[in-house]
């Protein structure tokens, strides 16, 4: 089954306290990216990636980091989470930067 | 500069009555369109997708939409709303990325 998965779904940490969103896709896309959503704000992209090793900041990339080691997984890191990152944050893949976006099921973050 | 804006932050209807969410852009040519549903705690599903061609788009669910160049709009219509079709709607356009309306939240009544 084509998917795209993320964990944790839920996640509550601390100010400060590094942590790792983990996405990975099944289909071989080759265009993954990341949003957060908040209320009234609808989805706004952080980081995308066009290939492995390929990776650029999307319309909010403060605060974030990103890998793309290997084409299936795509790595969302807070180095240092402060309480406006509290969100809920999405993994996409496509097959190409405007073709169709397939979802994981998202992770809501809490920082405290 | 790029944008979609989706006007209508909440619309209810009543099951088995018509449905209509709107849709603008603003781009300089016309973008590849999309239409997303986020049921409640899920990610996002794809109801359909205009690139180019027919104007209007069947999509899954029942639903459709019009892509009409001279209002700059993709509005998205279901003939009869069902219960389950109560969740929040989401348009998104671009070129070489999506961007996202804000979004509609749909409450269905009995």
């Known amino acids: 089954e084509a998917q795209v998965t993320q964990n944790p779904r839920y996640l509550i940490t601390v100010t400060g306290k590094k942590l790792t969103v983990t996405c990975s896709q099944n289909?071989?896309?080759?265009?993954m990216s990341w949003y957060r959503q908040d209320p009234g704000l609808g989805l706004r992209q952080i980081y995308y990636?066009?290939?492995?090793?390929?990776?650029d900041k999307g319309d909010v990339p403060e605060g974030y980091k990103v890998s793309r080691k290997e084409k299936r997984n795509f790595p969302l890191i807070l180095e240092s989470p402060s309480p406006n990152q509290t969100s809920l944050y999405f993994c996409a893949s496509s097959r190409t930067e405007n073709t169709e976006a397939f979802f994981g099921q998202g992770t809501r973050l809490t920082v405290v | 500069a790029q944008s979609v804006t989706q006007p209508d932050i909440h619309i209810t209807v009543s099951e088995g009555a018509s449905l209509e969410l709107r849709c603008n852009y603003s781009y300089g040519a016309t973008p590849y369109l999309f239409w997303y549903v986020q049921s409640p705690g899920q990610g996002l599903q794809l109801l359909l997708k205009y690139f180019s061609g027919d104007t209007l788009v069947q999509g899954i669910k029942g639903f459709e939409a019009e892509f009409k160049r001279s209002q700059s709009s993709f509005n998205l219509r279901k003939p009869s709303v069902h219960w389950s079709d109560a969740a929040e709607y989401f348009c998104?356009?671009?070129?070489?990325?999506?961007?996202f309306g804000a979004g509609t939240r749909l409450a269905v009544h009995p």
């Open positions: 998104a356009g671009g070129y070489n990325k999506l961007i």
């Open positions: 289909m071989n896309h080759e265009y």
């Open positions: 990636s066009m290939n492995v090793e390929v990776t």
